[in-house]
């Protein structure tokens, strides 16, 4: 929950003083690892929501690592498109697979990190800080990226940043406990005996 968004800006910063959003070499390579790395911060976030909200953290995990493959896919289209553009998935014209393999899972990823947010906000599993900040992420998200907006896109990866990292931070300092003590230290600041 701490490494995914800092590779994520990291990504961002690489595109953006490289060949823009999209479109460099390096900036797709660390993507796919954002991707890879958002992955496991949808799986330990949602293990800490099942206490609270079990069905829900279900639903949230299997559509954020649908969400998470996209970032995948769009940082190896990156990696294409900077060798040869028109070769990119995301460039090619009247190709069916394209939508289901690439836009698909770039779509759902921003929408799954709104879910979370929500889910974060509803469950009081932190405070509400972190939550606001993944819906503001989520939903800026898109527009940053399909606009090309690299400022915009630094800023929403500040806020993926916000939004995790105090979490990640938290459970790295009470990783011994229960997903139940962690959740309840989480949401109250205070140490809740197992």
């Known amino acids: 929950m701490i ?3 800092l590779l ?7 595109n953006t003083f490289g060949e823009g959003l999209g479109g460099d070499a ?5 993507q ?11 799986v330990g976030l949602t293990h800490l929501l099942e206490p609270r909200l079990p069905r829900a953290s279900t639903l949230l995990l299997v559509i954020g690592l649908v969400g998470c493959a996209g970032v995948v896919a769009f940082g190896i289209d990156s990696l294409v498109y900077s060798y040869d553009s028109a070769a990119a998935l995301s460039e090619v014209e009247g190709v069916a697979e394209a939508g289901p393999a690439l836009f698909l899972p ?14 974060v906000v509803r469950s009081e599993l932190t405070p509400k ?3 606001f900040a993944l819906l503001a992420a989520g939903l800026l998200f898109p527009v940053s990226r399909i606009g090309g907006i690299e400022p915009l896109a630094l800023a929403v990866d500040v806020l993926f940043v916000a939004g995790l990292a105090p979490i990640g931070l938290s459970v ?4 011994s ?5 962690v959740a309840s230290t989480l949401a109250t600041g205070k140490a809740v005996p197992a």
């Open 177 to 181: 406990d229960s997903p139940d003590v």
């Open 8 to 14: 994520l800006l990291a990504s961002t910063v690489a």
């Open 129 to 131: 800080a972190a939550g």
């Open 106 to 119: 770039g779509l759902v990823f921003p929408l799954s990190i709104v879910a979370l947010g929500a889910a």
């Open 26 to 30: 390096l900036g797709g390579m660390i």
């Open 3 to 5: 490494v995914a968004p």
């Open 172 to 175: 790295l300092r009470h990783r």
């Open 32 to 42: 796919v690892y954002a991707g890879a790395a958002f992955a496991l911060a949808v």
